[in-house]
């Protein structure tokens, strides 16, 4: 897998959800962060990040990537009456963020 961003690593470990991940300050104060991975290599724009994996809380599912893309200051019209419509203040819509660069 390759990073989707310039930015700096902030980041990289093991946490009880995501499992093996790795979070990337990039361009206009957004955090990337990558979760589930394999295994985790030197990070650098366009560069392998690590492999597809299935640790954390997904475990014993067929390996895969949890993708996001976070504001470091909500975004409150965006919000909405969603269950976890709060957060939408915060995510940005990965699709859409990536068609712009």
Do not use: C
Request: proline share 6%; hydrophobic share 40%; net charge positive.
């Amino acid at each position: 897998m390759l990073s989707t961003t310039d930015g700096i690593v902030l980041y990289t470990g093991e946490i009880a959800k995501g499992g093996k991940v790795v979070l990337v300050l990039g361009p206009r104060w957004r955090l990337h962060y990558f979760a589930h991975l394999d295994s985790i290599q030197t990070v650098a724009s366009g560069e392998t990040i690590g492999t597809l994996g299935a640790t954390g809380n997904a475990q014993g599912k067929p390996p895969h990537l949890h993708y996001s893309i976070v504001r470091l200051l909500p975004a409150p019209w965006k919000a909405d009456g969603a269950t976890q419509g709060y957060k939408k203040a915060f995510f940005i819509d990965p699709h859409a963020y990536l068609l712009e660069r």
